[in-house]
């Protein structure tokens, strides 16, 4: 969950959530997506503002997987939903700079952490913050081991101010909530 000042958004929610956040954003490809009541649901590309957040869903290959930016009080935010469909130069001149990039490490694209570091030094990235992977997971080992942060500590929350980013990137990992 991303929260500004003045919204707040859910990523790719489990069907069995409780949904809270006004904005709702789906990044894989889904034959139907669900209406929910007095909610902003975002499922498809193109461009979008709710609220003061901008969001821009760029197709990410032919999977139907979609890239999302978000500036959500003044952070760039990206969200890479697959990281096996290869981003070319032309994407990442679409993306442009970003201070938060959220890439998913689930089992499937788990042995993609080299080519995910290297795009997300591309754009510049001061936070990298991997989801989709659960405890245990493999996936998230070897991208921890291939970013030189193995041991890395999970933490409940991160706060993002454009002020005050790290001067290099760093990999944040998130509590992980169940349901």
């Given at each position: 969950?991303?929260?500004?000042?003045?919204?707040?958004?859910?990523?790719?929610?489990?069907?069995?959530s409780?949904?809270?956040?006004?904005?709702?954003?789906?990044?894989?490809?889904r034959?139907?997506?669900?209406?929910?009541?007095?909610?902003?649901?975002?499922a498809?590309?193109?461009?979008?503002?709710v609220?003061?957040?901008?969001?821009?869903?760029?197709?990410?290959g032919?999977?139907?997987?979609?890239?999302?930016?978000?500036?959500?009080d003044g952070?760039?935010?990206?969200l890479?939903?697959?990281?096996?469909?290869?981003?070319?130069?032309?994407k990442?001149?679409?993306?442009?700079?970003?201070?938060?990039?959220?890439?998913?490490?689930?089992?499937?694209?788990g042995?993609?952490?080299k080519?995910?570091?290297?795009?997300?030094?591309k754009?510049?990235?001061?936070?990298?913050?991997p989801?989709?992977?659960?405890?245990?997971?493999?996936?998230?080992?070897?991208?921890?081991?291939?970013?030189?942060?193995?041991?890395?500590e999970?933490?409940?929350s991160?706060?993002?101010?454009?002020m005050?980013?790290?001067?290099?990137?760093?990999?944040?990992?998130?509590?992980?909530?169940?349901g």
């Open positions: 969950m991303i929260r500004g000042k003045k919204e707040s958004i859910l990523i790719d929610p489990q069907e069995s409780e949904i809270t956040e006004r904005i709702v954003i789906y990044s894989k490809k034959d139907i997506v669900p209406k929910i009541d007095e909610k902003v649901i975002i498809g590309p193109g461009e979008y503002e609220g003061g957040v901008e969001i821009v869903g760029i197709r990410s032919d999977e139907g997987d979609l890239i999302y930016l978000l500036a959500v952070v760039k935010i990206g890479l939903p697959n990281s096996e469909n290869k981003i070319n130069d032309k990442i001149d679409r993306i442009g700079e970003l201070d938060v990039l959220l890439v998913n490490i689930d089992e499937k694209n042995g993609s952490a080519f995910i570091l290297g795009i997300a030094r754009l510049g990235a001061n936070y990298v913050i989801f989709g992977y659960s405890e245990g997971n493999e996936s998230i080992k070897g991208f921890l081991d291939e970013s030189d942060d193995e041991g890395k999970e933490v409940d991160l706060k993002v101010e454009k005050e980013l790290p001067e290099g990137m760093e990999v944040v990992l998130l509590k992980i909530k169940n």
